[in-house]
């Protein structure tokens, strides 16, 4: 009934609407009819009496006239026949205007054209005839219209009233309807008010058999409920006090169990702010409680049916024993995430002593990787001298200035004890003598290796000394201590390797007796100054020398005396030459020498000096004298005599066996057509 009582109410509107509309289509006409009657008026004025004003007069409603026109045109576009007729006397009322006009522009050029006038009003008063008729006949048909739209609000009013008494009565029914029902409701909230008592005493014990801390507040702030879990998180704190002053009681900090949370950031209260909480990790640390534990928030607002808040619940998992699991297991993977990376660290380290030549590139190695190795820590590479009394720097790394860089071994607890020594900042009276600062603490870890020492690996523990905690601060410094170790062994045995190597290198191009390289050496070393003097355009000398009569010294004195004569002979070989000059002995009683970077007149000359130092020794052998010695020499030079370095000794030893040829005692170069010798008195 009232679908129908509001569809009737809206027809009723458009019939109302639909009178409105013509009534204005109606006064549009008059409007029409008006301003074309003062048109014609301006007109016949103007063409009387000849006032200007009047001209303006008829312009504005012609104006208005074709607006008009317009708007009518719009007003009844929803009757085709009324269309018609407007377009019809448009064109009428549009010719008419145009007469009158035409009347105007005429008188204005000729003021007493009487005839012309009287032409025009004669067709204009035919035109005025049939704009009145056609403007009579359009206002008939919108009467008619207009007539047919009132009868039919009146039927549609007669109907609506109906309706509504209709409408009363059906409501009269409905009440009493809705008052049974009501009744019926009452009785239905009743029992449900019994099924919801039965309910709330079931989630009770839900909530007293979980293991979860539940906590529910109003829009207050006021705790309503809490399980027993949250009694027992709460055992010494009384209802009335938590109800008043829970986010001072409930001491809640951050994961990281030293920042506590603010009052308005503890769960409970964001809850009822209206916010969610989601695995929130939370500390909770009481003066009543054993031990913190960590807890894992999560919860929301509390909201009624129609989605308003009505405070907030909160549920609280303890997860203490998970959080230790993790952190072990955490440990667990850093720690072999650490040997991992340690290992790796030794392996590449090993790869590369195996690799070096000598200590210095063992040293290189150690200065460019141990930056990385002790993670950022400085450090410095410490190794014992020749004769085991000084202890000198050989590599550092991270800008480390907390050592001196050349100590006596003494000056070292680690050097002292034989192990590993970790020096701390506080005590001063045990720090190591080599240490000139005391800001950080070190780790000194002696070298040793078969049994020796060859010097100490030092490093600062900066790092460790910025550690969150103690506990971090010693397992920092215990894994320093091993992989320092670790590295420090083998930093030793590359060390000793590398020196054993170099030891045995030495002896195998060094000539025992004498002192001076072996033929070994000797070739090798030419055969590097030739192929160094072919790049450079540079020339290398080599001469031969031989003691005059070595066999009978040997014969009259021993071989004993013998043995002498050679080392004093190899004494002022090793005296007189430059430093990047070579001495050798080639076999028996012969030597041989390598001159960089000397002709031959250079040769001859430094050989001959040495052939006169030679002939001035005085060798006294168990209280006797051996005599004079004299050594006879040649010559050969690169690349003037030969381009090889095979070829060079050959020519040299061929220039020696001139020399002996030619009575011994002086130096021969290697010629082809000619002879140079050089003797003190004897040429």
């Not at 679908?3 to 509309?21: A, I, N, P, T, Y």
């Not at 016949?44 to 009047?54: F, H, I, K, T």
């Not at 050029?109 to 008729?133: E, F, M, P, R």
């Not at 690169?638 to 000794?649: A, K, T, W």
Request: proline residues 2%; contains cysteine.
């Amino acid at each position: 009934m009232g679908w129908f009582s509001l569809m009737e109410s809206r027809r009723l509107k458009e019939k109302d609407r639909w009178v409105s509309h013509t009534r204005e289509v109606l006064d549009l006409s008059d409007l029409l009819r008006s301003d074309f009657t003062e048109a014609g008026a301006a007109r016949r004025s103007y063409v009387a009496d000849g006032n200007p004003a009047q001209i303006s007069i008829f312009e504005s409603k012609s104006s208005s006239a074709l607006a008009e026109f317009a708007a009518l045109r719009g007003a009844v576009a929803d009757s085709q026949s009324q269309e018609a007729r407007i377009a019809d006397l448009e064109i009428a009322v549009r010719a008419r205007l145009a007469l009158f006009k035409q009347s105007i522009e005429l008188h204005r050029g000729t003021a007493n054209d009487q005839k012309g006038q009287d032409a025009i009003s004669v067709h204009g008063v035919k035109l005025s005839a049939h704009v009145a008729d056609q403007l009579r006949i359009f206002d008939d048909v919108e009467r008619d219209i207009l007539q047919r739209h009132v009868a039919d609000a009146e039927v549609i009013s007669r109907r609506a009233t109906r309706i509504n008494e209709c409408l009363g009565g059906s409501v009269f029914i409905f009440l009493i309807l809705a008052v049974r029902i009501v009744n019926r409701e009452l009785s239905r909230r009743a029992r449900a008010e019994i099924a919801v008592g039965k309910e709330r005493k079931l989630l009770q014990s839900i909530l007293n058999s979980c293991s979860d801390v539940v906590v529910v507040a109003d829009e207050t702030g006021t705790i309503i409920l809490r399980n027993p879990a949250a009694d027992r998180l709460y055992h010494k704190v009384t209802d009335e006090a938590l109800s008043e002053t829970h986010p001072k009681l409930l001491e809640f900090y951050r994961d990281d169990g030293v920042t506590r949370l603010a009052e308005q950031d503890v769960p409970l209260a964001l809850t009822i702010r209206g916010e969610s909480v989601d695995a929130l990790e939370l500390y909770v640390k009481r003066a009543d409680l054993a031990e913190g534990r960590y807890f894992l928030a999560a919860g929301g607002p509390l909201l009624d049916d129609r989605g308003d808040r009505r405070g907030g619940v909160i549920f609280l998992r303890d997860i203490t024993q998970r959080k230790l699991d993790n952190e072990r297991l955490t440990a667990a993977l850093f720690e072999s995430e650490r040997i991992t990376r340690e290992q790796s660290h030794l392996t590449k380290l090993t790869d590369l002593f195996q690799s070096c030549q000598d200590v210095e590139e063992a040293c290189k190695v150690v200065e460019a990787l141990s930056f990385g190795i002790f993670d950022s820590r400085p450090g410095v590479l410490c190794l014992t001298n020749s004769s085991r009394n000084l202890v000198a720097s050989y590599a550092s790394w991270g800008d480390c200035s907390s050592t001196k860089q050349v100590f006596e071994p003494s000056d070292c607890w680690g050097l002292r004890q034989g192990k590993p020594y970790v020096g701390e900042d506080t005590v001063a009276s045990l720090r190591c003598s080599h240490v000139v600062e005391l800001g950080p603490g070190y780790l000194c870890v002696p070298l040793v290796a078969q049994g020796e020492t060859y010097g100490v690996l030092y490093i600062e523990d900066r790092p460790a000394l910025s550690a969150s905690s103690p506990k971090t601060i010693g397992n920092q410094k215990q894994e320093l201590r091993h992989l320092a170790t670790a590295v420090a062994e083998r930093i030793s045995l590359a060390v000793a390797n590398l020196r054993l190597r170099e030891v045995l290198r030495h002896q195998s191009i060094q000539d025992p007796l004498t002192g001076l390289s072996n033929r070994r050496h000797l070739e090798e070393s030419l055969n590097r100054e030739v192929h160094r003097a072919a790049r450079a355009q540079r020339v290398v000398s080599v001469a031969m020398l031989d003691i005059d009569h070595f066999k009978q010294f040997n014969d009259s004195f021993g071989h004993q005396a013998g043995d002498m004569l050679l080392r004093e002979a190899a004494a002022v070989l090793k005296g007189r030459l430059r430093a990047g000059d070579l001495a050798c002995r080639y076999g028996g009683e012969e030597f041989a020498l390598i001159l960089a970077e000397a002709d031959a007149d250079a040769a001859c000359s430094c050989v001959a000096a040495i052939r006169e130092s030679i002939k001035g020794l005085t060798v006294q052998f168990r209280g006797r004298s051996l005599g004079s010695v004299t050594v006879s020499a040649g010559i050969a030079t690169f690349p003037r005599h030969s381009n090889n370095s095979e070829d060079l000794i050959h020519m040299a030893d061929v220039a020696l066996y001139r020399a002996k040829k030619e009575g011994r005692d002086r130096v021969v170069v290697c010629a082809e057509h000619e002879l140079v010798s050089k003797l003190d008195g004897a040429f």
